[in-house]
């Protein structure tokens, strides 16, 4: 993983907050505790909180490098792919206050827990050059995913995630395992043809949280790590779940890991694609590396 080592005037001091209140069951103390320690740190700070979906993308969007030397997400993974499709072009780093249920990109970069140690991440971190997915036009940071995950995402009851978190994932997974018919995917990449019954194409490696689905996969390469999952019926999917909780992924017989820039995705038209949690596409599916990148203010 490259860093790069900002000079002290280019520390962020000028930083908009995009804040998502309603991310986390108990998560405002830690925002009010990070907003503070920012301005122990003598940053100027903007805050603009959510009131819909779709905020977070256009407060990013009008950010301007004239005003800020920062932006920073509050929220979950979902609020961040937002902030990202906003901020992709205005050439300012991104920071992350986690307040989500998985928080896998704070995963993936290292983010400590306290409060004082992610605002002085924000104030005086380092910089990682990330390279983004691109789903059918829409960017995302860590991964997406076709199949079992992404019917998940799209029949999770919201109100069961906002009270039980993570618990919700699980039942939704039990409940799609046992209630869902698994389709067939036809995944076109470095020059062949796979048939998959889910599909995760990772850019990091965590995947839910700090579970390891595509274990090479890295924020700062141009490439995605694919995982194929041939099997698509009940036990068989019980087994690979297994193997990412345990993270013993690529040994498993059911399971091909290919790296690609590149992919094509058919399967039913109209089945959903998932992308850091939350539904961004639909079938059929191309994925490759934007051309265009984002700096994430990561620990030293």
Request: charged share 20%.
């Amino acid at each position: 993983m490259v860093k790069s080592h900002p000079l002290e005037g280019q520390r962020p001091k000028r930083i908009l907050i995009i804040h998502n209140p309603t991310a986390g069951r108990c998560c405002r103390g830690r925002f009010l505790k990070v907003k503070g320690e920012l301005e122990r740190l003598g940053c100027e700070l903007t805050v603009k909180a959510t009131t819909r979906r779709g905020d977070a993308e256009a407060f990013a969007r009008e950010a301007s490098r004239d005003l800020l030397d920062a932006v920073v997400a509050a929220g979950g993974d979902g609020t961040v792919s937002e902030v990202v499709n906003g901020l992709l072009g205005r050439n300012l780093p991104l920071g992350i206050i986690p307040l989500g249920t998985a928080n896998v990109l704070a995963a993936e970069i290292l983010l400590p827990f306290r409060p004082r140690a992610i605002a002085a991440v924000i104030a005086e971190g380092d910089r990682l050059h990330c390279h983004l997915g691109l789903a059918n036009g829409r960017l995302f940071t860590m991964m997406a995913g076709v199949g079992l995950d992404a019917h998940v995402v799209k029949n999770i009851s919201p109100r069961l995630k906002k009270w039980i978190g993570k618990g919700a994932y699980a039942w939704a997974t039990l409940r799609e395992l046992f209630c869902h018919t698994a389709n067939r995917y036809q995944v076109t990449l470095a020059g062949r043809t796979f048939s998959a019954a889910s599909v995760v194409i990772g850019k990091g490696h965590f995947y839910g949280g700090r579970y390891i689905c595509t274990p090479d996969a890295r924020l700062d390469r141009a490439s995605f790590q694919v995982c194929l999952f041939k099997g698509g019926a009940p036990w068989t999917t019980m087994l690979n779940i297994l193997g990412i909780l345990r993270g013993k992924i690529s040994g498993m017989a059911n399971v091909t890991l290919v790296e690609t820039d590149r992919l094509l995705i058919e399967g039913p038209p109209g089945d959903p694609v998932q992308g850091d949690g939350d539904l961004i596409a639909c079938l059929p599916l191309e994925i490759r590396i934007s051309e265009k990148t984002i700096d994430l203010l990561v620990p030293a």
